[in-house]
């Protein structure tokens, strides 16, 4: 599942199939109406990042994938067909994005101070299991060992009493505006 910044919600279902609600880029929309319109053309999303500012990524069931963001994005996009491909895409505020490519290696253009210092805590281990990043700064790590951390919260009391709940069992956040966040736990 990924949220956009705004109000928007797209869920990749186990099956193969696909569903999203408003509030998702118009590029993606009419890539993906494109997609439905070619019939013999079975491919559908595997995996989607969405952001602020109309940016998307989709990866499609046939291994090929399609972007919406700067040159610099695209440029480390395209870098990660020789570092294992793409396995997780986050946008966060503005501009700012993380790749975390499937060797673990990654490449951060997020400005998020505490991921950046996590990070630097790790001493910028390539064991990158997937990155997030909310709209205000909002963050969530994930390494490949089960380890994750999260921020970006300007009080931890802001915390949502769900999460302290299950804090140690945490495996993928995703943010939105308004303190919307979705989590994944064991």
Not at 86 to 111: E, P, Q, R
Request: glycine fraction near 12%.
């Amino acid at each position: 599942m990924a949220l956009s910044h705004s109000d928007g919600a797209f869920v990749v279902q186990e099956g193969g199939g696909y569903s999203y609600s408003a509030g998702m880029p118009t590029a993606l929309c009419e890539l993906l109406q494109q997609e439905k319109k070619k019939r013999r053309n079975k491919r559908s999303p595997s995996y989607v990042a969405l952001g602020s500012n109309d940016r998307y990524y989709v990866r499609f069931t046939d291994g090929s994938s399609q972007w919406s963001g700067n040159e610099l994005l695209s440029e480390k996009v395209r870098d990660g067909t020789s570092k294992g491909g793409i396995k997780s895409i986050a946008f966060g505020m503005t501009d700012s994005w993380f790749i975390v490519y499937g060797d673990g290696g990654w490449c951060n253009l997020s400005n998020c101070s505490g991921l950046d210092n996590k990070i630097g805590a790790r001493q910028k281990r390539g064991d990158l299991k997937c990155v997030s990043l909310g709209p205000n700064g909002e963050w969530f790590m994930a390494a490949k060992n089960g380890r994750s951390w999260w921020g970006g919260y300007s009080d931890a009391s802001q915390l949502p009493e769900q999460i302290k709940n299950v804090k140690d069992k945490i495996t993928f956040m995703d943010f939105a505006d308004g303190d919307t966040f979705i989590a994944r736990y064991e």
